[in-house]
């Protein structure tokens, strides 16, 4: 820390002493407090970035800081960490020290990202080195450490703590071009060696290697990945070779019509197995949802939408994700529509999602889902009036019973907004069945909302009411939301 503050007064001396009109701060704070009416209980946080560029250096300084109400346990205790960065950039490299995130390719071989909706922060800290070679290609080096920062439970835990010692060392070469034009491939590959305490067995090691091809022709987009993992099995020595895995994808564009089709074939690439990994590679659901993340799965995705005619969008996907001996399967279908006439200041969508899981869910053999969806969106001036509804069959069968659960979940958002600065939500959801242990046995959730823009930089969030929880992913990561009922209020301001 003495090294970092130093260096940074050293910086700043620097600027000062040649004048500030070069230097640039920008920055961004959020602040949330969240009231739980079951006991009083408050969680706050607060997240602060602050960046600082001059000429061809930069700076970077977080905060973050959850800080939930007393007693504390091994489930729900303070976090707190700071972040920093350092990077020098002239035209032909870059040189970072600090934290920064990090994807190779599609993520077969290292993916590190901050989602912030999701509330997961998946981020390294050492040094990368970005070499800016001819023909548009880049060389990265990188060493480094995790840090995996996940909400789960409403708490934050850090899920490779018993692991964060692990040494990461990365290579990629990325888009080497060939060709012209409309006309054109990119030639990518990357490596990525990762040292582990956790194995005692002499000479341990994982590598991960990876190859990556882009062509385009006109308008259509061809993309293939692939790795392989390299390494010895845990704890018992020997090699560990058979793992690999590949993703195409395929799209084109034409007048009036869009086409995309994947597919995938994973077969011991994530690593290390468990609730966290160095990688994520893509998943063809929509929506989300992955078995195991690249440890074994196989599974295509195929897409389309149309104009049929002007006011006219139509949209319809079908995915099927499993393992090799389907053993756990998921598929989806999801169909949109959507009516913008021109004449009228307003949007009309209907929609259709239909799900269905087996050994997906923890404690679920089964369960499928078929939900109907409408969208009525309407404006008059400054005013905006928005109507969402939704109702949702559904059938479960837990692993605890041989007796199926039918029931169904039902829920409308009313909006109304006024300009850019004021936008009030009304909503509730409502499930048929009372009994559920996956909604904490409650079966109505009502929220109002209120959301402000104070001013160009400063947007307030109040939200009073119930929230339904249950389980939910962001690519391909997956976490049951506890469900909650209290106040959140959220003051996000940008400098």
């Given at each position: 820390?003495?090294?970092?503050?130093?260096l940074l007064q050293?910086?700043?001396?620097?600027?000062?002493?040649?004048g500030?009109?070069?230097?640039?701060?920008?920055?961004?704070?959020?602040?949330?407090f969240?009231?739980?009416?079951?006991?009083y209980?408050?969680?706050w946080?607060?997240?602060?970035?602050?960046?600082?560029?001059y000429r061809?250096?930069?700076?970077k300084l977080?905060?973050?800081?959850?800080?939930?109400?007393?007693?504390?346990?091994?489930?729900r205790?303070?976090?707190?960490?700071?972040?920093?960065s350092l990077?020098y950039?002239?035209?032909?490299?870059?040189?970072?020290l600090?934290n920064?995130?990090?994807t190779?390719?599609?993520g077969?071989?290292?993916?590190?990202y901050?989602?912030?909706?999701?509330?997961?922060?998946?981020?390294?800290?050492g040094?990368?080195l970005?070499?800016?070679?001819p023909?548009?290609?880049?060389?990265i080096l990188?060493?480094?450490?995790l840090r995996?920062?996940?909400?789960?439970?409403?708490?934050?835990?850090?899920?490779?703590?018993?692991?964060?010692?692990d040494?990461?060392?990365?290579?990629?070469?990325?888009?080497?071009?060939?060709?012209?034009?409309?006309?054109?491939?990119?030639?990518?590959?990357?490596?990525?060696?990762?040292?582990r305490?956790?194995d005692?067995?002499p000479k341990?090691?994982?590598?991960l290697f990876?190859?990556n091809?882009?062509?385009?022709?006109?308008?259509?987009?061809?993309?293939?990945?692939?790795?392989?993992?390299?390494?010895t099995?845990?704890?018992?020595?020997?090699?560990?070779?058979?793992?690999?895995g590949y993703?195409?994808?395929?799209?084109?564009?034409?007048?009036?019509l869009?086409?995309?089709?994947?597919?995938l074939d994973y077969?011991?690439?994530?690593?290390?197995?468990?609730?966290?990994?160095?990688?994520?590679?893509?998943?063809?659901i929509?929506?989300?949802?992955?078995?195991?993340?690249?440890?074994?799965?196989?599974?295509?995705?195929?897409?389309?939408?149309?104009?049929p005619?002007?006011?006219?969008?139509?949209?319809?996907?079908?995915?099927?994700?499993?393992?090799?001996n389907?053993?756990?399967?998921?598929?989806?279908i999801i169909?949109?529509?959507?009516y913008?006439?021109?004449?009228?200041?307003?949007?009309?969508?209907?929609?259709?999602e239909s799900?269905?899981?087996?050994?997906?869910?923890?404690?679920?053999?089964?369960?499928?889902?078929?939900?109907p969806?409408?969208?009525?969106?309407?404006?008059?001036?400054?005013?905006?009036?928005?109507?969402?509804?939704?109702?949702?069959?559904?059938?479960?069968l837990?692993?605890?019973t041989?007796?199926?659960?039918?029931?169904y979940?039902?829920?409308?958002t009313l909006?109304?907004?006024?300009?850019?600065?004021l936008?009030?939500?009304f909503g509730?959801?409502?499930?048929?069945?009372?009994s559920?242990?996956?909604?904490?046995?409650?079966k109505?959730?009502?929220?109002?909302?209120?959301?402000?823009?104070?001013n160009?930089?400063?947007?307030?969030?109040v939200?009073?009411?119930?929230?339904?929880?249950?389980?939910?992913?962001?690519?391909?990561?997956?976490r049951?939301?506890a469900?909650?009922?209290?106040?959140?209020?959220?003051?996000i301001?940008k400098?």
């Amino acid at each position: 820390m003495k090294h970092i503050l130093l260096l940074l007064q050293i910086v700043c001396g620097i600027v000062y002493a040649q004048g500030n009109s070069e230097l640039n701060i920008t920055g961004s704070n959020r602040q949330e407090f969240w009231v739980f009416k079951k006991d009083y209980a408050v969680n706050w946080e607060d997240k602060i970035n602050v960046l600082l560029e001059y000429r061809n250096f930069s700076g970077k300084l977080g905060v973050f800081w959850f800080e939930p109400s007393k007693p504390w346990d091994e489930k729900r205790k303070p976090l707190r960490y700071f972040d920093y960065s350092l990077a020098y950039a002239p035209e032909k490299f870059e040189i970072l020290l600090g934290n920064f995130y990090e994807t190779f390719g599609q993520g077969l071989v290292l993916r590190t990202y901050l989602d912030e909706d999701f509330r997961h922060d998946k981020s390294l800290a050492g040094l990368r080195l970005i070499g800016h070679l001819p023909f548009n290609t880049d060389l990265i080096l990188l060493g480094a450490k995790l840090r995996d920062v996940f909400f789960q439970e409403n708490t934050y835990k850090i899920m490779n703590i018993q692991d964060s010692s692990d040494q990461l060392y990365g290579i990629a070469l990325s888009n080497l071009r060939f060709g012209s034009g409309n006309a054109f491939i990119k030639v990518g590959g990357n490596y990525l060696r990762v040292n582990r305490n956790q194995d005692p067995t002499p000479k341990a090691f994982n590598e991960l290697f990876g190859a990556n091809l882009k062509g385009t022709i006109g308008p259509i987009d061809l993309y293939a990945e692939g790795a392989t993992r390299f390494g010895t099995k845990l704890g018992i020595g020997g090699p560990d070779r058979d793992n690999y895995g590949y993703y195409l994808v395929g799209s084109g564009a034409f007048t009036g019509l869009g086409l995309v089709f994947e597919y995938l074939d994973y077969n011991g690439i994530g690593f290390p197995e468990g609730v966290y990994h160095y990688n994520d590679p893509p998943t063809p659901i929509r929506s989300g949802v992955a078995i195991n993340r690249g440890v074994d799965e196989i599974g295509f995705g195929i897409g389309a939408n149309a104009t049929p005619f002007s006011p006219v969008f139509l949209e319809a996907s079908f995915a099927q994700l499993n393992t090799h001996n389907k053993s756990s399967q998921v598929q989806e279908i999801i169909g949109k529509s959507k009516y913008e006439p021109v004449e009228l200041p307003m949007i009309f969508q209907l929609g259709f999602e239909s799900m269905h899981q087996k050994k997906i869910e923890a404690g679920t053999l089964k369960r499928n889902t078929e939900k109907p969806n409408i969208d009525l969106t309407y404006t008059i001036e400054d005013h905006l009036f928005e109507l969402e509804s939704e109702f949702t069959w559904v059938y479960e069968l837990p692993f605890d019973t041989t007796e199926a659960l039918r029931y169904y979940e039902t829920g409308f958002t009313l909006t109304y907004g006024y300009g850019e600065g004021l936008i009030l939500t009304f909503g509730w959801q409502f499930c048929s069945k009372d009994s559920l242990k996956r909604y904490d046995y409650m079966k109505s959730w009502p929220v109002a909302e209120i959301a402000w823009s104070i001013n160009q930089n400063n947007i307030l969030r109040v939200r009073i009411g119930s929230e339904r929880g249950g389980y939910t992913c962001s690519g391909g990561v997956c976490r049951y939301e506890a469900p909650f009922t209290g106040i959140k209020a959220s003051l996000i301001s940008k400098f």
